[in-house]
Structures are given as C-alpha cells and as structure tokens.
C-alpha cells in the first residue's frame, strides 16, 4: 500500500550506493545497488583535497523504532500524532517493534527489510548535509560514509553536521572509524591489494601458492581483525579452479577459516560445493565435520545461535552427523531458531534419531505463541513436532497460529539443503568463470 511512498523515500540520497531496489536476478527480495565500492571511492574524490570518512557507531542494534516516522513525516508531526496509524512510519515504528518484543531500541540485521530501514534514516541525512555543506563527493554503503571536500574547513564543518544529524535520530559516530584525512589516499582496503596480487592462478595452482595465499590471508586476518579479511579471501576464489593434487590441502586450510572468523562458514562451504560441482573434486566430510563441531562447541555454550545455525545448515548441506558432544550443547541453547532448525534437521539425520532437548519441550505451554519463542512453537504445532505436548496448550485456540498455518506459513524451508546451488554457480554456471 505504501510501495511508492517507500521507493520515493529510498531516492533521497545523493550520496547511496545501497538503495533497495527490487531484483529478479538476486536471490533477496530487495536487493542493493554495486558492491564495486573502490571504483565508486575514486569517482567521488576527484577534484577535492579532504575526505571525511565515518562510519555509524552500532547501527542496526541502535537504530530508535520512533526515529523512522521522525524521518518519513518530520519529527514535530510524528510526535504529534504518536498514535495515528494512517501515518505509515508510526505503522513501521509499530512493527518493528513488535519485533523485538516490544522494544524501542534495536532492529534485526540481516533481513531484506532492515537495509529498507537504514536507508530511511541515512537517506534524510544525507540530504541535509548535501544541503547544508559544500559537498564534492559522496558514498556511502549502508553507514559506512565518505564524503570529499575543497578545504579542511569544509570537511570539519561537514563532520559537525553529520553528528548532529545523527543525534538528531538518536544515532551516533563510531569514532575508531571517523577521521578526516587528506587526499590522494587509499581507496580500498590495504588487505585487498595485498591480497589480490596473491591469488593463486585460476588453473593449476601448487601448493606453495595456496599456502602463500592462506599465510598472507591468516596474517592480514590477525592484524585487521575487524575488517573480514578472510570473509574477502574466501570469497574471491569462487572463480579458482582447485587442481586435484591439491584438493586435499586446500579444503583443509579452507576449513581452519572458520576458527578465526566463523562467519566464513558459509562461503567455505560455497567454495567446496563449487569445486565438487565444477570439478568433480569428493568432498571430505571428515574434515568438514571436525570443523563445524569444532565451531559448535565453542559457540553454543556462549549463546552464538547465528553460528550454530549456519552450522547445522552446513552439515545438513553435507549431509553429515553432528558429535555428540555438539548435540549435547545444542541441546541446552535458549535460543527458539536453533531449536526449530534443530528438530528439522534431525529428520535430515544431523542429529540422533531420539534426540531431545527437554529445554524446548518446555516452552510449549499455553499462550507459547505468544511469548519469546514463538516461531519454534509455531513451527511445532504446524509440522506436528512434539505432538503430545503441543495437544496440550491452547495454540490451536490462537487466530492467529491458526491463520498461519491455514495459510501454510512456514519459517522453514523443507528442501533448502537438499536442492541448494551456491549462489555463483547460480549466475554463473558450472563453466563460469570470472
């Protein structure tokens, strides 16, 4: 109802690179603009003197849900009529609410719609200062900003405004990530220069070059820990095609990626698929395995659900059993996503086939659609899981439990694993290649 509202909204910014935009050919619902960031950087610097880089100090987990009508309606308007509804940003304000439990503070990260969010916001801000400072250039990826300048002067200047754009959203810089420096400067980071001149051959690599590549990649992780240098190092060799004789060594130094950065996990994964897919390369699920248990066992007992998950989805990719002792500690975790991608993949044989946790089973209980793990419960009551413990709650009493499932609402994709292509191979087939 409010689509055009939104994409008129999403075209303010002069300076984004990350508007929502709807593409058929991604695998997203909303999908965001180039991911060329370097080419983009050089474009907006030329002619200018200082860049101001800065950067949102904890964007998504600080995002204020009221702040969102402030931007689509002004802030006197939508303080005014705090409760009117035809006001579509109080709708949104509501909503995203609702999915935090009621929290004003903090909206998820990840989903399609949290990127139509943060544009919202920034969008507005990014008009002000185009408005207000003497701009030569802009970028900006979701918070991550540049902004070039004649002068210092300008730049300082510009640097006041952004601030208190920010607080004037209950937003604020991130100041580790927030300097002016003087140009010509770096226009990407220095780990992918680096890192690029190194990749191995796309035919025929030896082992030698796969172990430089890996050296330099582990060595520019631990200098520049925040900075996914391995996430970059994993994903650039989509491309590479892994000669056999050293298939074995490259999947193992593949795998010790995710005891440094576990959100490698699923590019290492792609990686191996492709090469299997492409090259007709055995997979070794042994090592695969000592790997994702590994990452389990560290990550569950500290409540790391995002971790666990996209371990079990690999070793349901894999087809592979978890170790006992990661079921064990699975098995623990509150955490309602974890339990639902547990039991599903139980029937995938990732888990023992009388696995039980005696934790999930205890939030089924009256009004369990209603309260923090809602979706495992749901999830329960529609696929018929814990069908003795379900019988006795008054889930199938609730509307809208009951209009979910009549629609065949479900949070899980059933063949997900099973009939999963990773993304490259996608776009670019098996014969694809850079």
């Known amino acids: 109802m409010n689509q055009a509202s939104l994409v008129q909204e999403w075209a303010k910014s002069p300076f984004s690179f990350t508007k929502p935009q709807e ?9 965001t603009g180039t991911n060329d960031r370097a080419t983009a950087r050089a474009f907006c610097r030329v002619g200018a003197r200082y860049l101001l ?8 987990p600080s995002i204020y849900t009221h702040a969102i009508p402030w931007a689509l309606h002004t ?29 004003t503070k903090g909206i998820a990260i990840g989903p399609d719609t949290s990127l139509g969010i943060a544009e919202i916001l920034l969008g507005v801000i990014d008009q002000n200062i185009q408005a207000r400072c003497n701009v030569i250039g802009g970028v900006r990826f979701i918070d991550d900003i540049e902004l070039s300048f004649s002068t210092l002067a300008d730049a300082e200047y510009a640097l006041i405004v952004l601030e208190s754009q920010l607080h004037e959203y209950e937003l604020q810089l991130n100041g580790n990530k927030t300097s002016i420096i ?4 770096e226009i990407e980071s220095a780990y992918v220069s680096k890192l690029r001149v190194m990749l191995p051959p796309v035919f025929q690599a030896n082992n030698w070059q796969w172990i430089d590549y890996f050296n330099r990649a582990f060595e520019l992780a631990r200098r520049h820990p925040a900075d996914g240098v391995l996430r970059y190092s994993i ?3 989509q491309n590479i095609r892994i000669a056999d004789e050293v298939w074995e060594l490259v999947q193992s130094l593949l795998w010790q990626c995710i005891a440094l950065d576990s959100g490698c996990l699923r590019l290492v994964l792609d990686v191996v698929l492709i090469n299997s897919d492409r090259s007709g390369h055995e997979i070794d699920r042994e090592i695969a395995l000592k ?17 666990v998950v996209w371990s079990i989805w690999a070793a349901m990719v894999l087809e592979v059993q ?5 079921q064990q500690l699975i098995a623990h975790m509150d955490d309602g996503c974890v339990a639902a991608a547990s039991v599903l993949a139980k029937g995938r044989g990732v888990f023992h086939a009388d696995f039980i946790s005696a934790l999930w089973v205890s939030w089924l209980v009256d009004d369990c659609f209603r309260q923090e ?25 609730d509307s809208a439990a009951n209009y979910f499932k009549q629609m065949g609402v479900t949070f899980l994709a059933d063949n997900a694993s099973v009939n999963y292509v990773p993304p490259y191979l996608q776009l670019h087939g098996v014969d694809g290649i850079y």
Do not use: M
């Open 75 to 103: 802030k006197p308007i939508a303080k005014r009529l705090t409760n009117d509804f035809t006001l579509y940003g109080n709708v949104l304000d509501k909503e995203l609410q609702a999915c935090q439990y009621g929290q």
């Open 53 to 60: 880089r800065a950067d949102v100090s904890q964007f998504y």
């Open 182 to 185: 003087e140009l010509p400067g």
């Open 373 to 397: 793990h809602w979706l495992f419960a749901y999830e329960c009551y529609k696929r018929n899981w814990f069908s003795e413990s379900v019988s006795r709650t008054n889930i199938g009493a």
């Open 23 to 31: 593409n058929l050919a991604s695998a997203r619902a909303i999908a």
């Open 235 to 237: 994903a650039a060799l």
């Open 322 to 326: 978890l170790s006992d002792r990661a």
């Open 291 to 307: 790997a994702i248990n590994a990452l389990v066992v560290v990550s569950a007992p500290v409540g790391h659900g995002s971790e």
